[in-house]
T-cell receptor, first 115, second 114 residues
């Protein structure tokens, strides 16, 4: 068990470009969450998956954002036509099952800078 | 809607002094509350959680928190600060056991002076 990993750790892109981030959860964790953290703020919920099913998307997730978890293992978060306001830390977390407010294990995050 | 307010974006204490980080929540249903710590360039790590059992919750690294419903608070304390405690601390609330989405406060950066 090596924990939740995210790739890349840093991404610098120009406005209008597309970017994709990857999250590898702890093996056998069937729940996966994406959060966004801007400077000086706490993480904000974006979306979550139960296995391969995306169960909820926040209003923060505009049409330019899409997330997938094709085989119920790793997940990708894509941002199309990036804007400067997308600059943030994108965090992924995973947990087992439902109920009992199981601990979410967080990855180190991907820091996105849009120039 | 659920929300969390952390009073004080920065707290500075001397090594060996009491650490007190404040958290107040707003929830229309009984909340489940969490404290996470984030060290530079690392992911968030769970310190402790309140899930309606004991109101005084003990966590890792000597931290504890007390749930006070009448005050809608869940303050984090540690009797004696250590240099290694310097980090950013987040209070979070979850009110739906199935979804388990976390709503975080803005965070408090703890500085420990030698």
């Amino acid at each position: 068990d090596t924990g939740v990993s995210q790739d890349p750790r840093h991404k610098i892109t120009k406005r209008g470009q597309n970017v994709t981030f990857r999250c590898d959860p702890i093996s056998e964790h069937n729940r996966l969450y994406w959060y966004r953290q801007t400077l000086g703020q706490g993480p904000e919920f974006l979306t979550y998956f139960q296995n391969e099913a995306q169960l909820e998307k926040s209003r923060l997730l505009s049409d330019r954002f899409s997330a997938e978890r094709p085989k119920g293992s790793f997940s990708t978060l894509e941002i199309q036509r990036t804007e400067q306001g997308d600059s943030a830390m994108y965090l992924c977390a995973s947990t087992t099952g439902v109920g009992s407010y199981n601990e979410q294990f967080f990855g180190p995050g991907t820091r996105l800078t849009v120039l | 809607a659920q929300s969390v307010t952390q009073l004080g974006s920065h707290v500075s204490v001397s090594e060996g002094a009491l650490v007190l980080l404040r958290c107040n929540y707003s929830s229309s249903v009984p909340p489940y509350l969490f404290w996470y710590v984030q060290y530079p360039n690392q992911g968030l790590q769970l310190l402790l959680k309140y899930t309606s059992a004991a109101t005084l919750v003990k966590g890792i690294n000597g931290f504890e928190a007390e749930f006070k419903k009448s005050e809608t608070s869940f303050h984090l304390t540690k009797p004696s600060a250590h240099m290694s405690d310097a980090a950013e601390y987040f209070c979070a609330v979850s009110v739906n056991e199935y979804e388990n989405k976390l709503v975080f406060g803005a965070g408090t950066i703890l500085r420990v002076k030698s």
